[in-house]
């Protein structure tokens, strides 16, 4: 099966050149969701954004944790696609 990247998207972050905040995650890793379902509540420069999937499948691994920071375009998790 195909995976892809959970990232927060581009257009979100703007001019910003800070490190946003995993908040929490909203669903556990081997939780079944559908695409559109917040996956992820980030904080970035004062503003909260949930982070949904991207398509319908199964959060196989969460790669920043809760309370740590990341980068523009860096990936948060990953998601196995449906089949």
Same mark, same amino acid.
């Given at each position: ?14 001019? &910003? ?25 980030? &904080? ?40």
């Amino acid at each position: 099966m195909a995976a892809v990247a959970i990232r927060l998207p581009d257009d979100a972050w703007g001019t &910003v050149e800070a490190e946003a905040l995993v908040d929490r995650w909203l669903v556990a890793e081997g939780a079944r969701v559908s695409a559109g379902q917040p996956l992820v509540a980030v &904080v970035l420069v004062k503003t909260n954004i949930e982070v949904p999937a991207p398509a319908d499948g199964v959060l196989t691994k969460i790669l920043v944790p809760a309370d740590h920071t990341f980068k523009r375009g860096q990936d948060l998790g990953t998601l196995e696609l449906a089949a």
